[in-house]
């Protein structure tokens, strides 16, 4: 009996420990970057090149054109601007990869906190939003080889 119980409590514990996914709007998101929590843009690079990309935002790409992913390797990447036990924003187009890309954190990465932009950097530039030219940080992450 003590066995289950004990069972019972390293089972509730384990998915008390998950991160939180928190879906979050553009003003939201304002407010974080303002505090310090890093962004991660996780587009590919022609999409940050014909949009331009939130000001600040660590570009590392999830998915390749063909939709395929590295999920160990970008994880790495990820831990270099986010530091696991801290609060982490993702953003994409709309929305859409980041929600994988959220479970994927919660999951596996170890971030208390996953902020989702909800409806992406369509959304962000459509209010007018600032928006910064995607080719310094994606000259620096091609040099660093970290995009």
């Known amino acids: ?3 289950f119980l004990f069972a019972g409590f390293l089972l509730a514990a384990a998915f008390g420990a998950r991160a939180e996914i928190v879906d ?6 304002a407010s974080l970057l303002s505090a310090g929590v890093p962004i991660i843009d ?3 690079a022609p999409e940050w090149e014909e949009t331009g ?3 600040g935002s660590h570009l590392l790409t999830y998915f390749d054109e063909r939709g395929n ?3 160990a390797a970008w994880l790495e990447k990820t831990r270099a601007v986010a530091r696991p036990g801290n609060p982490v924003i993702v953003i994409c187009r709309s929305g859409n990869r980041t ?3 959220s479970q994927f954190l919660s999951q596996q990465g170890g971030y208390p906190k996953v902020y989702n932009v909800k409806h992406g950097i369509r959304a962000w530039a459509k209010e ?3 928006m910064a030219a995607a080719a310094p940080a994606l000259a620096s992450c091609r040099k660093a080889q970290t995009c």
Do not use: H, S
Request: avoid cysteine.
């Open 99 to 101: 929600k994988a890309v």
């Open 53 to 55: 990309i939130v000001p």
């Open 42 to 44: 996780v587009r590919t």
């Open 24 to 29: 979050i709007e553009n003003a939201e998101l």
């Open 1 to 3: 009996m003590f066995r």
């Open 69 to 71: 992913a590295n999920p």
């Open 128 to 130: 007018g939003r600032p």
